[in-house]
């Protein structure tokens, strides 16, 4: 897992944002945080996460995309962190799942297909519009396909032989346009949870998730019906 701070002016607050799979910190670094540090993980090729990153920390608030929400909850189940509240973000704690997750058929067809051309599809579908993906790729990570393939693989490994760990959530905010964890089946994952939903009308990826990630968000304890 590689960790990159995109603001520290060593703020008591930090927020950890974990992104999905692909990633790296392009596509988020017109994040604000409200002058929180803001502090990125993604490449989930191995899980290992270096705590002393947040050392001297007040307050933490942990918010996790798409993959990163099962990412964040490997990395932080052991570590004594202070978090204030924590937020998912379009993915379950069951990334590879077909009621809670993402279908495993899904999934299998895109590590084995996995090039420039079904990537660039891919991304088509997280964007949820032709204009949104044209927007997106003007940030998009600079990684190789054999590096994310790499990345997808290992999570499978990872997801289908690491124990399931205990993890709370806050809150899962669920868009209700998104086409890689589909809508459905992270209501389901979370109502299992008994965590606090809220809908967007959102695709899975949309610069809006995440452009004030450091505002205080208040969490009224409501579980799902």
């Known amino acids: 897992m590689k960790q990159i701070f995109?603001?520290?002016?060593?703020?008591?607050?930090?927020?950890?944002?974990?992104?999905?799979?692909?990633?790296?910190?392009?596509?988020?670094?017109?994040?604000?945080t409200a002058g929180s540090d803001l502090l990125i993980c993604y490449d989930y090729r191995t899980?290992?996460?270096?705590?002393?990153?947040?050392?001297?920390?007040?307050?933490?608030?942990?918010?996790?995309?798409?993959?990163?929400?099962?990412?964040?909850?490997?990395?932080l189940h052991k570590e004594k962190l202070p978090i204030a509240q924590s937020i998912a973000i379009n993915g379950t704690?069951?990334?590879?799942?077909?009621?809670?997750g993402i279908a495993q058929a899904v999934f299998e067809g895109t590590?084995?297909?996995?090039?420039?051309?079904?990537?660039?599809?891919?991304?088509?579908?997280?964007?949820g519009s032709a204009t949104a993906c044209q927007e997106f790729l003007t940030i998009a990570p600079q990684r190789s396909v054999e590096e994310l393939k790499e990345e997808l693989s290992a999570i499978e490994q990872h997801y289908t032989t690491l124990p399931p760990v205990a993890f709370h959530?806050?809150?899962?905010?669920v868009g209700t346009a998104d086409r890689i964890f589909l809508a459905e089946n992270q209501y389901r994952a979370?109502?299992?949870?008994e965590t606090e939903i809220e809908t967007v009308a959102a695709a899975h990826y949309a610069t809006a998730l995440?452009?004030?990630?450091?505002?205080?968000?208040?969490?009224?304890?409501t579980k799902p019906e």
Request: charged share 20%; glycine share 6%.
């Open 47 to 75: 899980l290992d996460f270096d705590a002393s990153l947040c050392t001297g920390y007040e307050e933490i608030t942990v918010v996790a995309w798409s993959m990163g929400v099962w990412a964040a909850m490997q990395a």
């Open 93 to 100: 704690p069951y990334p590879i799942d077909d009621r809670r």
């Open 169 to 173: 959530w806050n809150k899962a905010i």
């Open 210 to 221: 995440f452009q004030s990630l450091g505002a205080p968000v208040t969490t009224n304890k």
């Open 190 to 193: 979370w109502k299992e949870e």
């Open 111 to 127: 590590l084995q297909g996995l090039n420039e051309e079904s990537l660039r599809k891919f991304q088509r579908r997280m964007c």
């Open 6 to 32: 995109i603001h520290q002016q060593h703020s008591p607050h930090l927020v950890i944002f974990f992104a999905g799979w692909g990633m790296d910190a392009t596509p988020f670094q017109s994040i604000e």
